[in-house]
Nanobody, 124 residues
Framework: QVQLVESGGGLVQAGGSLRLSCAAS????????MGWFRQAPGKEREFVAA????????NYADSVKGRFTISRDNAKNTVYLQMNSLKPEDTAVYYC?????????????????WGQGTQVTVSS
């Protein structure tokens, strides 16, 4: 069983920054790619970013490219999402998820474990 716990969400003004963390339980963290998704009120959950198990490959949604950075520390079983130049449209619940494989994917079906989510609110 794998547990994912997100932290670091909060309220920030437009143009500000936040760093989300996702701590994973289990000894197989370094074997899997990881991803971040988000869900805004009234909208479907969408892909944000993903990182391969070795950090050699990353992938980003076009809406966050150049502003968000995903990274991981396998020694700490933690994946991060650095969010800069935040916009009101980034307001959402952000979820961390574990990919079933070692390579990056962007669709939800590829991920088997999910965190409970952390709220990010960007005020204008």
């Amino acid at each position: 069983q794998v547990q994912l716990v997100e932290s670091g969400g909060g309220l920030v003004q437009a143009g500000g920054s936040l760093r989300l963390s996702c701590a994973a339980s289990g000894r197989t963290f370094s074997s899997n790619a990881m991803g971040w998704f988000r869900q805004a009120p009234g909208k479907e959950r969408e892909f944000v970013a993903a990182i391969s198990r070795s950090s050699s490959t990353t992938n980003y949604a076009d809406s966050v490219k150049g502003r968000f950075t995903i990274s991981r520390d396998n020694a700490k079983n933690t994946v991060y999402l650095q969010m800069n130049s935040l916009k009101p449209e980034d307001t959402a619940v952000y979820y961390c998820a574990r990919d079933r494989s070692r390579v990056v994917h962007t669709t939800e079906y590829a991920f088997d474990y999910w965190g409970q989510g952390t709220q990010v609110t960007v005020s204008s």
